[in-house]
């Protein structure tokens, strides 16, 4: 039988065992806790919150505005836009609407029946087209404001050039400013609703760069705008004029009624209005994108057809007219013609 003092030691030996056995149990829980994250410590929680900071803000460093802009600007243009002086905005033109009064008595002395505006073949003396020799002396009657010849001056060797933008082609009015400003030239750039709201930094340039714009009317329809009621026409005009002038701070004067129909009642409304209605004497079939044009003979018909005071329509559709373009400005200046601004 044990003594006293030995059972005591026992007891004493086995207890110290089962407190050892309990404190690595619990140090394995807590060791296996931790790994598991989910109780994470305070350095562990720092470190995942840097690391959760540093991947949100990296798509904000990646980001290159520049190297966007730059790309935009490289595939519209492969030019460089050539140094030009700064565009003043010359006086405002007031345009008004009339009243119905005044439409009645327009329509009871002008005749509202739609005509075509046809060049015809034959030549004066001076080779100019018959045809717009009588349009010209006709339209005087009508109004002062409305003219088929470049109504700057009465000096010999004038033409002026004017270009029709409803739409735009691989950046073609780009590549006609261009040549524009490399030949200190300026012409008149007629746009329509869908222009002036599509394009506007086109439009800004055209403005800044000292080039006139003029009215096409807001639709400028395919079937012709003078078809339509004068009412109609008179706000499709002013629709268009009065968001040029908000947008753009500019008051257009010059109107040419697109597909060359128009009647006496629509001349007349127009110049009554303000505006100076304009025609040509000069002009080439470039007005697809998709036909195939010879630059050489467009250019040698121009040429042919050349006098003074003519007024040269253009548009900007056909990669010919971009050809032809460089080489009739050299033409004209070896010609001593000059090339001058419709207004």
């Known amino acids: 039988m044990l003594s006293r ?13 089962f407190a050892g056995l309990c404190a690595f149990i619990g140090i394995s829980v ?3 806790t931790n790994k598991n994250g989910t109780e994470p410590s305070s350095e562990s929680s720092s470190s995942a919150g840097s690391e959760t900071q540093e991947t949100t803000s990296e798509p904000e460093t990646t980001t290159l505005p520049a190297t966007s802009e730059q790309s935009t600007e490289e595939s519209s243009s492969d030019e460089t836009e050539p140094t030009t002086t700064a565009y003043t905005p010359a006086k405002k033109t007031e345009i008004k609407k009339l009243t119905d009064k005044d439409l009645e008595e327009i329509k009871a002395q002008y005749s509202i029946e739609p005509e075509p505006y046809i060049l015809g073949e034959e030549m004066d003396a001076s080779n100019r087209p018959v045809n717009c ?14 003219s088929v010849f470049n109504t700057q001056s009465s000096l010999s060797h004038e033409v002026s050039l004017f270009f029709v933008l409803t739409e735009e082609y691989d950046n073609n009015t780009i ?5 524009l400003a490399e030949k200190n ?18 439009v800004d340039r055209i403005l800044r760069e000292g080039h006139e714009v003029g009215s096409l009317g807001a639709s400028s329809p395919d079937d012709g705008l003078a078809i339509y009621a004068l009412e109609d026409q008179m706000n499709d005009m002013t629709a268009l004029q009065e968001y040029v002038e908000e947008d753009f701070d500019y008051s257009m004067e010059a109107f040419y009624f697109r597909c060359d129909l128009f009647s006496e009642a629509s ?21 697809s994108h998709t036909q195939a044009i010879d630059a050489n003979e467009m250019l ?8 003074d005071g003519a007024s040269i329509i253009l548009h900007n559709a056909n990669s010919a007219t971009l050809i032809m373009l460089p080489n009739l400005i050299n033409y004209l200046e070896d010609t001593h013609y000059s090339i001058v601004p419709l207004h």
Do not use: C, Q
């Not at 020799?133 to 409305?146: A, H, T």
């Not at 040698?300 to 006098?307: A, S, T």
């Open 5 to 17: 003092p030995k059972r005591w030691l026992i007891s004493l030996g086995f207890f110290l065992l």
């Open 30 to 32: 807590n060791h296996m």
């Open 133 to 146: 020799v009588n349009y010209n002396d006709r339209f005087s009657g009508i109004s002062d404001k409305i």
């Open 175 to 179: 590549y006609i400013l261009n040549r």
């Open 185 to 202: 030239v300026h012409a008149t750039f007629f746009i329509n609703m869908h222009y002036a709201v599509t394009y506007p930094e086109i």
């Open 267 to 287: 001349l007349k409304m127009a110049s009554d209005m303000g505006y100076k209605v304009r025609f040509y004497s000069i002009d080439y079939d470039d007005v």
């Open 300 to 307: 040698d018909h121009i040429k042919n057809r050349l006098h």
